[in-house]
């Protein structure tokens, strides 16, 4: 089903739709025995999981042909949004934010700056094409909101080696002064997931069904998270929006009022 999303939030639905492709796989015997022995049912540990060297590969491989599309949710600040619906989400480049440091803080020691991009040299290698996504937009706003607050991580953390007893100023405030808090919805294509983020969440799918059939819930669910390697295409980007109040965890979790909650796109 190549044209099926998963939606992590939509919980309900992904349980039910496990009938469609592993009925036969879950079978009768094995409900009967995980409802009567009531086990705890982890992802990381599929041992309560009768046949599991067996069941789990064929789940994970059938729930990978089912889901065509994985949605997910990217918290920044952009200056613009007209951009992402016209050349997509680009990958991390390293160069291109080294530079947009130097400007924001082009009344810093030059020195100062130079020493702490040459710190993030590996880093930014490392991280090169990178763009990271949650599967639920509310942790974007409750838990994470400095990605939207503040945009992003590489140049926060740019900004924190900066800062000093000296400095006066967190510096990392500063990148409240550029763009618009938002958070981007994308349908990233199932091919665009690397194998073993597909496969963590096809784990994490398999834990829920168990806990529902064990009627025991563990309580200690984590949404997926993403990390992609390649440009997203502008039409896989489905709507944004500019949350009003974000909660900020650099600010020990305080209310966020979101100045601006429109942008050029949105009018």
Request: glycine share 6%; aromatic share 12%; with cysteine.
């Amino acid at each position: 089903m190549k044209n099926k999303v998963f939606d992590w939030r939509a919980r309900q639905s992904w349980l039910a739709s496990i009938q469609h492709y592993a009925d036969d796989l879950l079978r009768p015997s094995i409900q009967s025995w995980i409802a009567h022995n009531r086990p705890k049912c982890w992802s990381d540990d599929m041992s309560w999981l009768p046949d599991s060297e067996d069941v789990v590969p064929e789940f994970v491989s059938r729930f990978a042909t089912y889901y065509g599309y994985f949605k997910g949710f990217h918290g920044c600040r952009p200056l613009t949004l007209s951009s992402y619906y016209e050349q997509g989400l680009v990958g991390q480049d390293s160069a291109e934010l080294f530079a947009t440091f130097r400007e924001i803080f082009s009344d810093v020691p030059r020195d100062k700056v130079d020493r702490v991009i040459e710190e993030f040299a590996d880093r930014g290698l490392r991280e090169r094409g990178a763009i990271w996504f949650v599967g639920d937009d509310a942790s974007l706003i409750e838990d994470c909101g400095h990605y939207a607050i503040q945009g992003s991580e590489f140049l926060m953390a740019l900004a924190a080696a900066l800062c000093g007893p000296d400095a006066g100023e967190d510096y990392r405030f500063r990148l409240r002064q550029h763009g618009v808090p938002t958070i981007l919805e994308v349908d990233m294509p199932a091919s665009f997931v690397p194998p073993e983020q597909r496969n963590e969440v096809a784990a994490m799918v398999l834990s829920a069904w168990g806990q529902s059939v064990a009627r025991r819930p563990l309580g200690l669910e984590v949404e997926p998270c993403y990390v992609v390697r390649r440009d997203i295409p502008p039409d896989c980007i489905k709507s944004h929006y500019h949350p009003q109040r974000i909660r900020d965890p650099h600010q020990g979790f305080r209310t966020y009022q979101n100045p601006a909650v429109t942008c050029d796109v949105c009018g």
